[in-house]
């Protein structure tokens, strides 16, 4: 058994990757903190963990935590995880990052992105991008891993296999993100109030999402060359799920089913990818996928101007933040990929 702490265990990402945690047959949850809860049953906060999971938050104390895990799951803001990562990796733990803290191999883009001068750029280079589609050989025995963000996930698989199969060269590309109210967290703010968030279709950051750089870094690794993306996320008035609809220009007339043999070929043996093609629900809908793990990828051509759009739906919480999380945490030990996320979607939802 793995003994897994999980620092942040108060909010909805940190909720999921309890409730995934807790049917893991190869984890023993020995910590979880909360600043705010310290103290307090874990299912005052998580309610459906009620029965399920019978501890109390804890505070964190690095010196006593080389005791309590072998691998940590930060579930923590932006630029806070900055201050326990190099602490933890001293104490030979495994360090699995759901925040953008180590994400990007680049100091300069956290000073374009985030506004800051990142400390620590040696652990940038030994840190793993966690897209088990694009970097599963590198995840294996990883003890940093960089956990994407939910929009970057989204875009990232929806134009990988374009950009990977050369479908398009011009590698410029625009991703529309819609995305639901449990991406703005637990805390309530003004514009993820119930009473405003409900019926809005709201565009926000459209002059630049910063997981954009995510998205930039991980397709010109794959293109061997630079590619943009702009991402224009929208928010919606559904509680979870993404839906990234990302436009790219064809350089030769293909057939629909050469598209889709060529995003088969990429994802071929990649166990949460789903390619959605006809039917009842030709293209993919994040309500499909909520409560699960999976991602679902599909296209639309329009010939008349050589237009491709592909479309990947994710359950932000699930694949687009806990459930990748554990992916990835699940490679790294040489578990099946699958262990604690064999959870199908919920429906109807």
């Known amino acids: 058994m793995v003994k897994v702490a999980v620092i942040g265990g108060s909010g909805y990402t940190g909720g999921e990757l309890l409730r995934i945690l807790s049917m893991h047959s190869k984890v023993e949850i020995t910590l979880v903190t909360s600043r705010e809860y310290t103290g307090k049953p874990i299912s005052l906060v998580h309610p459906n963990l009620k029965g399920i999971l019978n501890m109390n938050f804890s505070q964190l104390s690095l010196d006593k935590i080389g005791d309590k895990a072998d691998t940590v799951f930060l579930a923590l803001p932006h630029r806070v995880s900055l201050n326990y990562v190099p602490k933890l990796l001293e104490m030979g733990l495994q360090v699995i990052d759901l925040s953008a803290d180590f994400r990007l191999k680049d100091p300069e883009e956290y000073k374009k992105w985030y506004g800051i001068e990142h400390p620590y750029p040696d652990l940038l280079k030994k840190s793993v991008y966690g897209l088990p589609e694009l970097h599963y050989e590198e995840l294996k025995g990883a ?149 699960s793990n999976f991602a679902d990828i599909g296209f639309a051509q329009e010939k008349r101007i050589m237009r491709l759009t592909m479309f990947a739906a994710i359950d932000n919480l699930v694949k687009g933040a806990a459930g990748q999380a554990v992916q990835n945490f699940n490679i790294s030990r040489g578990f099946n990929e699958d262990e604690g996320l064999r959870t199908p979607p919920l429906r109807p939802a």
């Not at 625009?174 to 639901?180: A, G, W």
């Open 143 to 291: 003890k940093l891993i960089a956990s994407p963000g939910c929009n970057a996930t989204a875009t990232i698989l929806a134009l990988a296999p374009v950009v990977g199969n050369g479908i398009s060269t011009d590698l410029k590309f625009i991703s529309d993100v819609k995305v639901s109210s449990s991406e703005g967290g637990m805390k309530p703010k003004e514009g993820s109030h119930h009473p405003e968030r409900e019926n809005a279709i709201r565009p926000y950051e459209p002059e630049g999402h910063r997981h954009a750089a995510e998205a930039e870094q991980e397709l010109s690794l794959l293109a061997k060359k630079p590619v943009k993306v702009s991402i224009v996320p929208h928010a919606v008035s559904s509680i979870r799920g993404a839906l990234a609809s990302a436009h790219a220009w064809l350089n030769d007339n293909y057939d629909d089913i050469e598209i889709w043999k060529k995003i088969a070929e990429f994802y071929h043996g990649r166990k949460f990818i789903r390619i959605i093609r006809g039917g009842l629900h030709p293209y993919p809908d994040p309500k499909y996928v909520i409560g």
